[in-house]
């Protein structure tokens, strides 16, 4: 696979925050009487604001909005057990080194997104791409087709890192290359991502002297 940059999903894929996107979400669901597995099995790799639109259909924007800050304060202060995930560090330090163009594209708000990347201790990137800077979140392209932008890429010039469902279907809507690290097996087009991974140490990195980026599977 060859590329110029790079496209990271921050939750599951360079922090493992499962336990505090559980604990919140099941606080609110307690709060509205829905049942944790309903709650949880949707969730995932979305926005929030768009979680809670389907959860409540029928409230009004001003409720839903309520319920989001709620939502919002809550994970930003939890950070409890946040740690970068295995490969992470190492991998990003690479590129910087590379100089390789890599940039954070996030379902997440801002205070929570980058609370959650400074309790990971992660190098900063170039650009953050979060909740608030598209007006359709994944699985819909448009969180990718930025970040390539502001990068000054082309989508088919990145590869997108992706662990949730949602993330990978908008990576493959975007014209990214696609490399899925512990999606579930059932994720609809996970046949078409370019490497199906476990861990993000199995991603290698190599470039030429005249610029070509070259990702390749640790075997």
């Known amino acids: 696979m060859q590329c110029k940059g790079f496209l990271f999903d921050?939750?599951?894929?360079?922090?493992?925050?499962?336990?505090?996107?559980?604990?919140?979400?099941?606080?609110?669901?307690d709060r509205h009487g829905i049942s944790h597995d309903e709650v949880l099995h949707f969730i995932h790799g979305k926005q929030a604001i768009t979680s809670l639109r389907h959860f409540m259909a029928g409230s009004t924007e001003e409720e839903?909005?309520?319920e989001f800050r709620w939502l919002?304060?809550?994970e930003a202060k939890d950070t409890d057990g946040i740690v970068a995930l295995p490969g992470a560090h190492?991998?990003?330090?690479?590129?910087?080194?590379s100089q390789i163009p890599w940039a954070i594209v996030t379902s997440g708000s801002v205070p929570v997104?980058?609370?959650?990347h400074k309790a990971a201790g992660l190098?900063?990137?170039?650009?953050f791409v979060t909740a608030e800077r598209v007006a359709r979140g994944k699985p819909e392209p448009d969180a990718f087709l930025l970040g390539a932008e502001l990068l000054g890429l082309a989508p088919e010039q990145c590869v997108v890192v992706e662990d949730a469902a949602a993330g990978v279907l908008a990576g493959l809507a975007a014209g990214c290359h696609v490399?899925?690290?512990?999606?579930?097996?059932?994720?609809?087009?996970?046949?078409e991502a370019g490497f199906v991974l476990t861990s993000l140490a199995a991603i290698e990195v190599s470039k030429t002297?005249?610029?070509?980026?070259t990702v390749t599977q640790k075997m």
């Open 64 to 66: 839903i909005q309520v």
């Open 179 to 191: 490399i899925a690290v512990n999606v579930p097996a059932t994720a609809p087009r996970l046949n």
């Open 72 to 74: 919002e304060q809550l």
């Open 90 to 97: 190492a991998l990003l330090r690479h590129l910087n080194e």
């Open 123 to 127: 190098p900063t990137p170039e650009v």
């Open 209 to 213: 002297a005249d610029g070509t980026v």
């Open 113 to 116: 997104a980058h609370a959650r």
């Open 10 to 29: 921050l939750d599951g894929t360079l922090v493992d925050s499962l336990p505090v996107v559980e604990r919140s979400w099941c606080r609110w669901a």
